[in-house]
């Protein structure tokens, strides 16, 4: 039960939150015409909050990750796909940030 809530918070939670960010983000930009295309102050504040959070749960599992040693050769490769998929959810928020501001 320990290890299915800690792999829920550390890789599945945070790409539900990536997914989220980049659905909105391209319901946003398809919703609106170009001229119409300003980011509310709040909006922009709530998706910065819900990419740090992302961003602090990927990095704490990988952190965590590679805090702890593998024992075996499968177990490690399990880690490295892991690994993978946390550092993968660290930058997807970064770049879905940088994407709304360059195509608002």
Do not use: E
């Amino acid at each position: 039960m320990r290890k299915a809530l800690q792999r829920f918070l550390g890789f599945l939670l945070p790409g539900l939150l990536n997914a989220g960010l980049a659905v909105w983000i391209v319901w946003h930009l398809a919703s609106a015409p170009g001229y119409a295309r300003r980011l509310s102050f709040g909006a922009f504040v709530l998706l910065y909050a819900v990419g740090g959070l992302t961003i602090v749960l990927s990095c704490a599992s990988a952190f965590l990750l590679l805090a702890t040693g593998a024992s075996g050769s499968v177990d490690a490769a399990q880690r490295r796909l892991w690994l993978m998929l946390a550092l993968v959810n660290t930058t997807i928020p970064s770049v879905l940030m940088l994407l709304l501001l360059a195509l608002r």
